[in-house]
């Protein structure tokens, strides 16, 4: 993998790795939740409607899946 002005994608690789590592280790339902709302920039209720949930469940989501994060944040 190149990386421009010549910089080793070492960094990168060890950042993308960390990221799917930390998506692993959350069920799936709060994961999905997770992407949809941080890579996807869907509101807590479009999020709702595409997972048949109600906003109160994604916000739940939402606080377990920060919550994960942060615990294995280094």
Do not use: W
């Amino acid at each position: 993998i190149a990386v421009s002005g010549g910089r080793s994608p070492r960094p990168v690789l060890e950042a993308l790795s960390a990221i799917d590592a930390m998506l692993d280790g959350m069920k799936p339902a709060i994961r999905q939740a997770f992407i949809l709302s941080q890579l996807e920039g869907l509101t807590y209720a479009q999020i709702a409607q595409r997972l048949q949930v109600t906003v109160r469940t994604v916000n739940n989501y939402m606080l377990k899946a920060l919550e994960h994060c942060y615990l294995l944040a280094p």
